[in-house]
Structures are given as C-alpha cells and as structure tokens.
C-alpha cells in the first residue's frame, strides 16, 4: 500500500468511510475504545461512526454493554464491557507503581499502594461511590489518614493501578459528582484471560484499525513494554502480512474503500489520537496545530484520510482553518454549518 490507499484503508477500517457501524459496542470495539477524557468528544466520534445518535448514558449505565475505565496510555476510554477482561489481562503488566520516581512523584509509599489494592474488593463493589467516598473507605480500611490528598486529586493517578487490576471502573454520575464501581460486582465475574492471548487479541484489533504498524507504535499505543509487543507480533507471525512500513491482519489487507471522503472529526478523535507520532505524514499543517501543548488534540479537517486543517465551534457555526488551498470538491462536502475562514 501506498501512502494514499493506508490513509483511505484507516478511515474504511473506522466506519468512517462508506460503511458504519452496527452499534456503538462495535464501534468501540473496532477503534480499540472512544476516548472518553472530554466527554462530548466521545459523543462526537461516535455519533460520525453510527447511522444514528447513540445514547451512551444507556449504553454505560443501564444497559451496560459499555465500560467507562481508564485504559490505553492511561486516558479514559469507552470499552465494550464484555472485552474488559481482555484490557484487565494485557493491563495488568504495566507496573509504574511500584518504581521509586511515580510514588515520589504521587505522593504515596509502595506499602501503601501494597494496601490501598489490597483494601478495595472490601471496600468497593457494585454500589457507586464517589471519588470522596471511596477515598474515606479506603483511609478506613487502610489506616493510612494521609492518603486522602492523593486519593482526592482530580486526575485520578492513584486510582488507574486500580483499573488497571480490573479492581474499578466509572459507575454512573451523581450530579456533577463522578462515581466508581467495582467491575466484577457490576458487570458480573469473569475468568482469568492469558495475558498472551490479551496481548494477542488487542494487537490484531489495534493492526485492523491504525495499521499499517509496527510493534514500537502498538507499544505506544496502549502502554506496553516493548519487549512484550515484538513477542506479540512474533507469535502473530503467520497472521500478519507486511504493508507499508508495518504490518495489517493478513485477512484484511484486501480490504480496500475508495470512497471520497471529508470530515470535521472532533478532538481526540480516535483517528488522529492514534496518528499523532505520524503528523509528519498524514497532516499537511504544523504538527503543533494538531497536537497542542498540554495533551490537547484538535479538531481537525480530514480530507481522504490526510489532516487538512482544523476547526473550532464558535456559537454552534464551524470555522475551519485550513492548511493550504480547499479543493471546491472539498467545500461542497463540509457540513452545512461549517465556514472556511
């Protein structure tokens, strides 16, 4: 493959071409989860990816066939419910929490982290806490009065070990206020999955969505130690089939979408998310218009596949700024209330 027909083969593989998804469980499965750290994010690329709005307060809360728990790179992210078992295996090497410099740098000792997972099955299960809540139960449960600092901080970095573990999960809002449960207790048990097998799955979902790749991209992609995808990709060996500089699923790389495509998709769209150490090839702007300081992914212009600018909401109209020259092909297909300035 070419540069032009990957760029065209990703958008296809992300129902953003000429096929949507059935649900928002598939959608969610095949983008390796909806980044959900700015929530009408997620409603967005959703909403690009489905025939109809999906209504994802049923999906996490009611019907929960969704998971909202922080995942790949850490960030939260909307996962089909039923494939949490496979995160929580592949999840579960990641062990920053037991080095010197992340407990220096949060706050806490590794005796207790040693605590804090050994306290929360006693203390929480399928009734929703709060942040503040939860915090008051574990310094309960592990005598440790001087945890309620680090447990209390908006970004939740003590909290994803946890989720890591399959130990916690977001449980529905109570007001402004957010909640956790424990996944086991709202969801239902589940069976141990090899970590090997986890690896595995997620990488031939990952290849399908974002390839062509190599392991060093899947690596950094989900937050995996190297070593452990270029195992992956060895034991893959005979399911791969070389593209461009990486390799896709030998049974999709004949898949192939020709339609023209053109998009305004919102930040942290999956798509560009998963593209950012790639800027230099998909984006005909500065990387920095894309990914901004402070993590920020924009809204960005999408035209075939390639970044061609990006847009902002200013009361509800959508000003885009492109990179270069719009083709008039390009015009006519940007929504209605969308404006070139």
């Known amino acids: 493959m070419n540069l032009d027909e990957i760029l065209r083969w990703r ?38 990816r489905l025939p109809d709005p999906p209504d994802l307060d049923a999906a996490l809360y009611a019907d929960r066939t969704l998971v909202r728990t922080w995942a790949a790179r850490g960030t939260l992210h909307l996962l089909p419910a039923a494939d949490l078992p496979r995160w929580v295996a592949a999840m579960s090497t990641r062990n920053r929490e037991t080095k010197g410099s992340w407990l220096k740098y949060h706050g806490v000792t590794a005796a207790q982290m040693r605590d804090i997972v050994a306290a929360v099955p006693d203390v929480l299960g399928g009734t929703p806490m709060t942040r503040e809540e939860l915090a008051e139960g574990l310094i309960a449960g592990t005598g440790h009065d001087d945890l309620r600092g680090p447990l209390t901080q908006g970004f939740g970095a003590i909290l994803k070990p946890l989720a890591f573990r399959g130990l916690l999960c977001s449980g529905p809002p109570r007001g402004r206020n957010v909640t956790f449960v424990a996944p086991r207790a709202w969801f239902g048990d589940w069976e141990p999955v090899p970590v090997d097998a986890a690896i595995d799955e997620l990488a031939l979902a990952y290849l399908g969505a974002y390839g062509p790749a190599d392991p060093a991209e899947f690596a950094r992609w989900f937050d995996l130690t190297p070593s452990l995808a270029k195992k992956s990709f060895a034991r893959l060996a005979d399911r791969l089939t070389p ?27 999956p798509y560009v998310v998963a593209s950012t150490r790639q800027l230099d090839r998909i984006s005909s702007g ?38 270069g020259r719009l083709a008039a092909g390009v015009r006519r297909a940007l929504p209605d209330h969308a404006v070139v300035v």
Not at 252 to 267: E, F, K, S, W
Not at 299 to 322: F, H, K, M, S, Y
Request: aromatic share 6%.
């Open 286 to 323: 500065p990387k920095s218009a894309v990914s901004r300081p402070q993590g920020w992914i924009s809204p960005t212009l999408v035209v075939n596949g390639r970044i061609e600018g990006v847009w902002e909401d200013v009361d509800g109209r959508a000003e885009v700024r492109p990179f």
């Open 243 to 269: 593209a461009g500089d990486g390799f896709v699923p030998a049974d999709l790389a004949g898949d192939g979408d020709r339609t023209d495509t053109v998009h305004l998709l919102p930040a942290f769209d």
């Open 11 to 48: 958008i296809g593989r992300q129902f953003l071409g000429r096929t949507r998804g059935t649900d928002v469980v598939a959608v969610a499965r095949r983008v390796g989860g909806l980044h959900a750290q700015v929530t009408a994010s997620a409603h967005a690329a959703a909403r690009l």
